[in-house]
């Protein structure tokens, strides 16, 4: 007989199902057990490699030792600073003895004492320990207990404080806004030293998570405009903030007006004198542009120079820029109109000239003015794209090949030449780049109106610009003010500046409780001998 063998038993087709072990969720509480915070962490911060995750033996009096996680983010953190100024010293000094670790000891003896670094703060879930360590911060669980600490330890990269190249100056301050927020806002307190300068922080994007910060000064600007601006800021509800200009998008009051009702600016001198006009800052941390609102529609032609050299010259170079603001827009228009319907209004020597260099071009004026136009800001773009280096040569080579070639093969005259040139250097004495942005786009429409019912054209167009300017706000400001509405007061910083100690009132618009900047009789005079 053959040998009894006992069947073996199949194996079930069925895999067998292992529970995980309950995780807690990233917004619950932290977890007394170190491990478990661990495993929570690891989880949360899965296939980041560099996210760095270190444990720690502190020892204590009695010689136990407490156990300890230190999270990170490599490269946000420095580690030098971190290695020297607080590993060593949790691991060398002995904690002062506990019944057991809690919250209040942690608090007391980790935070208040044993730790050396300039900002501590506990928190208790795990969504605030996630949002410290993306934040450059450095974390410490605690084994058996609730809390964990966040250690400033920051150190990453950036570019250093030098003069910004958008908006350069001869004579004033040459420092300008970096990347990172609290170097910014820094530049400004140092300027504004009073406990009246407020700035409150907001968090927005769903995954940037950007800091974004409010600037004024309390007592100087409108409080229903601060907290319009609060409200604007906190409605807003985006997937990512990597520059200011995400944000100006959000709170602007027309965002259909191709006009800006927002400014942007480089420099901390800028922001600091716009504070104590009344407006507020928004800085935006990864970007040296900040925002100041309220603006009105004359300021984007004042430099930041005017207030740095004498009333006569700032007042002359500030009625320049207004005369070539209105030649930037008006000139081809003009010329269109008056060498295609009227043709009286040109003299009478200077009209042969330009119809002996109109013959030969087989296009209308209109035609002309609109290719040129186009090509001349494809060739300023074009500068401003390419590498420093050749960006400039490129672009004025190009002009003058571009136009050389084209009158010569009689396809633009050479009178249109001369007027998109003069019209081009124009636009670049605007001090502020998105306002001259607006004046450009307007040039093409008032060329087309222009080209099909001439001076009238022009009147029309100019007629529909001047109402949209005075039923523009900016945070409730009338954007056209003080021209639309007129107040007489501020006029003093307008077409003109007056001197400085004849600016005594702040804008009436954007300060009205506190219009007194400089109190009366400093006008300076010769001394005379008492007797």
Not at 57 to 65: M, R, T, Y
Not at 285 to 294: R, S, Y
């Amino acid at each position: 007989m053959r040998p009894y063998r006992r069947m073996k038993r199949p194996k079930s087709i069925i895999p067998e199902v292992r529970l995980p072990d309950p995780v807690p969720e990233a917004g619950d509480l932290l977890d007394k057990a170190l491990e478990v915070k661990e495993k929570q962490l690891r989880e949360t911060f899965a296939n980041c490699s560099d996210v760095v995750f270190r444990h720690i033996v502190c020892p204590d009096a009695v010689g136990q030792g407490i156990r300890m996680l230190i999270t990170y983010v490599d490269g946000l953190v420095d580690t030098k600073h971190l290695d020297e100024a607080v590993l060593q010293v949790l691991m060398r000094q002995p904690l002062p003895p506990a019944p057991a670790v809690t919250a209040a000891w942690v608090q007391e003896i980790l935070a208040d004492r044993a730790v050396p670094a300039a900002q501590v703060g506990v928190v208790t879930t795990y969504d605030e320990v996630v949002a410290f360590v993306l934040k450059g911060s450095v974390t410490m669980c605690v084994d058996g207990d609730e809390a964990a600490l966040t250690l400033s330890v920051v150190g990453w990269k950036q570019r250093g404080i030098e003069e910004p190249p958008s908006e350069p100056v001869i004579r004033g301050p040459r420092e300008g806004f970096v990347e990172s927020l609290r170097t910014n806002t820094a530049m400004v307190r140092r300027r504004i030293r009073s406990p009246k300068l407020k700035m409150q922080t907001f968090t927005i994007g769903e995954f940037t998570k950007t800091d974004v910060v409010l600037a004024y000064v309390d007592g100087i600007a409108e409080p229903s405009v601060v907290e319009e601006a609060r409200r604007r800021i906190q409605r807003i509800d985006i997937d990512a903030v990597l520059e200011s200009a995400f944000l100006e998008e959000f709170i602007e009051d027309s965002p259909k007006s191709p006009f800006p009702q927002v400014q942007s600016t480089e420099r901390p001198d800028v922001v600091s004198a716009n504070l104590l006009e009344g407006r507020f800052a928004i800085f935006t941390d990864g970007t040296p542009f900040a925002l100041v609102a309220p603006v009105v529609f004359w300021g984007a032609l004042n430099a930041n120079e005017d207030y740095y050299e004498r009333t006569f010259m700032s007042s002359f170079l500030r009625i320049l820029r207004i005369t070539f603001m209105l030649v930037s827009l008006l000139l081809p228009s003009v010329y269109v109109a008056m060498a295609t319907f009227q043709q009286e209004m040109i003299p009478t020597t200077l009209l042969m000239s330009i119809s002996a260099a109109r013959e030969s071009t087989p296009f209308p004026a209109v035609i002309e003015a609109l290719f040129m136009e186009i090509v001349f800001e494809a060739l300023r773009e074009a500068g401003v794209r390419m590498p420093k280096q050749i960006g400039q040569a490129m672009s004025i080579v190009g002009a003058l090949v571009i136009g050389q070639a084209a009158v010569e093969a009689g396809i633009i005259s050479a009178p249109m030449v001369i007027v998109v040139s003069f019209t081009g250097i124009a636009s670049f004495t605007f001090p502020r780049y998105n306002f001259g942005i607006a004046i450009r786009l307007l040039r093409f429409p008032m060329l087309i109106l222009s080209g099909i019912f001439g001076i009238y054209g022009i009147a029309i167009g100019i007629v529909i610009l001047v109402i949209h300017l005075v039923s523009l706000r900016s945070f409730g400001v009338p954007y056209f003010t003080p021209v639309g509405p007129m107040h007489f007061q501020d006029f003093r910083d307008v077409f003109i500046r007056v001197p400085r100690w004849a600016m005594r009132y702040r804008g009436g618009m954007t300060a009205k409780q506190n219009t007194i900047r400089i109190p009366a009789g400093q006008q300076p005079g010769p001394q005379q001998d008492k007797e």
